[in-house]
């Protein structure tokens, strides 16, 4: 379990009025005795496209921090009401060109090292995909390429990081 703490919002954003604590089940909640609002906290997740051919693997270097320059997986938060293979599905078509043909979980790793939503789970799919390489958004990301799984770039993501060495070692066997 990480050590970290949700946002500590001080007004209800149902109704603007301060918000309290309260007890409930054991931990304290922001509690709004105007609208009885409760925040219950929560992490994000998102979605991850593991493509391998031929021993190389799909990639896509970094426009934006955090991580800018180095190179990780497809990748993306999950919309709200999205569900995690859907958002698979988008991030790798908009990010390679790609369509996912099929996807299966591998692992759900909770991710230590993004200051943008610490804590979230990242959904990592291994999948396989046809058509045509077509990077997508120029403004996310400034390349997108196949590396041997021996002569990997930079990466960036401690967790990424860590499903490659669990890749190699599953890829070896």
């Given at each position: 379990m990480l050590n970290i703490s949700p946002p500590d919002y001080k007004f209800c954003p149902l109704c603007?009025?301060?918000l309290?604590?309260?007890q409930e089940e054991g931990?304290?909640?922001k509690f709004c005795h105007s609208c009885r609002w409760t925040y219950y906290p929560h992490v994000f997740t998102?979605?991850?496209g593991i493509a391998i051919k031929n021993h190389r693997v799909l990639m896509v270097r970094?426009?934006?921090e955090p991580y800018r320059g180095?190179?990780?997986f497809p990748a993306g938060f999950v919309s709200y009401g999205e569900h995690p293979r859907d958002t698979l599905i988008r991030e790798i078509k908009e990010e390679t060109g790609y369509q996912v043909v099929s996807s299966r979980l591998l692992d759900v790793i909770q991710v230590d090292d993004d200051p943008r939503a610490l804590g979230h789970f990242a959904f990592m799919y291994k999948i396989k995909v046809s058509g045509r390489l077509d990077p997508g958004d120029p403004q996310e990301n400034s390349a997108v390429?196949?590396?041997d799984l021996d002569k990997l770039p930079p990466i960036g993501w401690h967790s990424q990081?860590?499903?490659f060495e669990k890749l190699r070692q599953g890829y070896k066997n």
């Open positions: 603007g009025q301060e309290a604590i309260r931990y304290d909640r998102s979605a991850c970094r426009l934006r180095t190179w990780m390429a196949w590396f990081r860590l499903m």
